[in-house]
């Protein structure tokens, strides 16, 4: 978060009440009488929404198991299928020929799923799948486009209880590498390419970079042909989709699953090592996909269109492009290309063309709509508008502004959603109708969820800032971090075990009307674009190339990215030609395009404390170009200061 935005938001006094509407949660009353059910009778509450709004393939006798904490456990004596929850039951209702996934290609072809499409489809995908060998606990990694096969994948998967890992498409052949090796997949789901800025961007030959070395459990490839061109295709282990579909049978029965189940690994960055692979459960998890539509978004499956912006690569993506909307028997919009292309109206568009209900994307997006000019958006009808969400990093003011008066016509509510990959669904957001909203605050807690600001003991702080906690456990929590027992316990658990409390690495404070606001994180967590990085993984891909002998990297504040890379290098020879550029094209290739600095300083010489620590807050200091407020008198060469200031 930028300084100028933390001071302004410190300062922001403005609240708008919600419009009134007949929403499932019309007042603050509603509010507090659903958060209040939580207070009495914290695992009844509980229970009781999960009967009544998940189909069971067998009904769990207890809510919360919490005798290993923080191993807690929900529903876990309970059965359930989630593609039977997001599918069959919906076409068991008579919503078979409602529209589940609109989907629009970048160059401008559509696509109309109804439900029983859609569950014949993710049939005839379960059933190929199993055809390939692949049973329930066997991971699947999919890398795909913004494509209905994405979803169909991640459905197909969950009808058959295989793990399914989405890796990013913009990611990186060795950073597929790693999620491969460390999830020990035995399949792998791509497409040949997907539309991004009227070219083919080649997911497949990716793959082939990545599975050059090590990756022996793999044993399958499946690929989507989207971008029809030719692919180096390796008859033992490639597998065309289509082909492999035809041969099935359109009738799979869902398997039993246990609600603890891993449904899914989405990897993270975090302060230390290598992404954390963030293991969820099906029941817990898709619980709270599912009423957090309700909650957040006043969503009516019967007549809103839904469009998440997020990639499924993202945890967004999975609980709100995918997950809660057809968990609800609702229309989810999916938009497979680059949201500029070609002009910065195309969101509008398709607002407009699909007549868009609920519009859920990100704050750098809104800050890079806004520079583009208002023009776009006031040349389409927006008027079915109703419900405007934001996520991913703290919203300035005035990009909240923008979004309230120019896109949402100062009658759509903003829904400013503060979660993480870790807690599975929203946390704190505004229930559109019934919580007054203040600009850059993400309000209050959703019902059922006990959120607090602590200072490092632990102890509730009254005014200023302090850590954000989750002091009860909540049913889509994470479950842990996939095969490093030790760091799920480390990074979340430790810091305040002697409470109980989940720490979430955000720090934030409270304003009078205890409404929360989230100043950014407390470690050393980058949120470039509201995409995590730990600056840990950008050095150590800085390292590996063979000139740098040492790299530090920070953030710096950039109006459109909220948060830009920015890079210290010291070279193991003189600086050659391009070396920067070199560079940058290294990190792209070791992560991908979103984590290359877009400033590299050489230097002689990191500034570090005499144990030997590298003084990140002078580098930020530096980097922001401020006036240094460190103690640089334990630095042991001062010169490297003005060689760092460039
Ligand atoms: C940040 C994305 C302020 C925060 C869903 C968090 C936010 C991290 C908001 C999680 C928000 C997310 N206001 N900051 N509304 N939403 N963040 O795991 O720092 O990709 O810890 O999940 O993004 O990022 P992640």
């Given amino acids: 978060m930028t300084q100028e935005t933390i001071q302004s938001t410190l300062e922001e006094i403005r609240v708008f009440e919600p419009p009134k509407s007949k929403a499932l949660f019309s007042s603050l009353h509603d509010w507090k009488l659903a958060s209040d059910a939580f207070q009495k009778d914290f695992e009844g509450t509980w229970g009781n929404l999960a009967q009544q709004h998940l189909t069971w393939q067998k009904l769990f006798t207890q809510v919360l198991d919490e005798r290993n904490p923080p191993f807690y456990r ?7 299928n989630l593609s039977e929850n997001c599918l069959d039951r919906h076409v068991n209702n008579g919503l078979g020929e409602q529209v589940a996934i609109i989907w629009e290609g970048e160059p401008g072809d559509v696509r109309r799923i109804t439900y029983n499409e859609l569950l014949a489809e993710v049939c005839l995908a379960a059933n190929g799948l199993k055809s390939l060998g692949i049973k329930k606990g066997d991971r699947v990694i999919i890398y795909m486009p913004m494509i209905p096969e994405a979803a169909i994948a991640m459905l197909a998967c969950a009808r058959i209880g295989a793990t399914h890992s989405v890796v990013f498409a913009a990611f990186s052949a060795q950073a597929l590498h790693d999620r491969i090796e460390d999830t020990g997949a035995k399949a792998v789901i791509t497409a040949d390419g997907g539309w991004r800025r009227g070219a083919i961007h080649d997911l497949k030959s990716c793959v082939d970079v990545a599975l050059t070395q090590g990756c022996n459990s793999v044993e399958h490839v499946l690929i989507v042909k989207r971008g029809h061109h030719d692919t180096n295709w390796q008859e033992d282990r490639d597998v065309d989709w289509v082909d492999l579909l035809k041969a099935q049978a359109d009738v799979c029965e869902p398997t039993i699953i246990e609600a603890e189940h891993p449904l899914f690994i989405l990897y993270t960055s975090g302060s230390t090592g290598k992404p954390k692979g963030i293991v969820h459960s099906t029941a817990g998890y898709l619980l709270w996909a599912h009423l957090t539509m309700q909650y957040s978004f006043d969503f009516k499956p019967e007549s809103d269109v839904f469009w998440c912006t997020a990639d499924v690569g993202w945890i967004t993506g999975h609980s709100y492009s995918v997950y809660g909307p057809l968990c609800n028997g609702g229309t989810t919009l999916m938009y497979e290309g680059v949201p500029t292309y070609p002009d910065a109206g195309r969101i509008w568009k398709i607002c407009q063309d699909h ?6 994307t990100a704050p750098t997006a809104i800050r890079a709509l806004i520079k583009a000019g208002d023009d776009y958006p006031n040349a389409y009808d927006l008027s079915k508008l109703r419900v405007l969400g934001t996520v991913g990093e703290p919203i300035n003011p005035e990009a909240w502004m923008w979004y309230h008066t120019v896109i949402g016509k100062e009658r759509c509510p903003i829904v400013d959603t503060w979660w993480q990959t870790e807690t599975g669904g929203h946390m704190l957001a505004p229930m559109p109708f019934s919580i007054p909203t203040k600009p850059g605050s993400a309000t209050l807690p959703l019902p059922g969820i006990f959120a607090g600001i602590v200072d490092a003991e632990g102890e509730d702080v009254k005014d200023g800032g302090g850590l954000l906690v989750l002091k009860k456990p909540w049913p889509s929590m994470l479950r842990g971090v996939w095969g490093d027992e030790q760091r799920f316990i480390e990074t979340y658990w430790e810091k305040f075990a002697h409470k109980g409390y989940y720490f979430a690495g955000d720090g ?13 994180r407390v470690d050393d967590v980058l949120n470039v674009s509201g995409h995590r990085l730990g600056t840990m993984e950008v050095e150590s891909a800085l390292v590996s190339h063979h000139a740098v002998a040492e790299a530090a990297v920070v953030g710096r504040s950039d109006d459109i990215k909220g948060e830009s890379v920015f890079a210290f290098v010291v070279l193991k020879e003189p600086e050659s030609e391009g070396l920067e550029a070199i560079l940058r094209a290294h990190v792209s290739k070791e992560i991908g395009p979103i984590a290359k600095p877009d400033t590299i300083r050489f230097a002689d010489n990191l500034p570090k404390t005499r144990s030997g620590k590298i003084m990140r807050r002078l580098l930020r200091d530096i980097a922001a170009g401020r006036d240094i407020n460190s103690d640089i008198s ?5 010169s490297v200061i003005a060689q760092l200031q460039g």
Avoid: P
């Fill in 74 to 80: 929900w529903f876990a004596d309970g059965n359930i």
């Fill in 355 to 360: 007549g868009v209900t609920v519009f859920y």
């Fill in 508 to 520: 934030a404070r409270k304003d009078e009307d205890g409404y929360f606001w989230i100043m950014g």
């Fill in 634 to 638: 334990t630095l042991e060469d001062q």
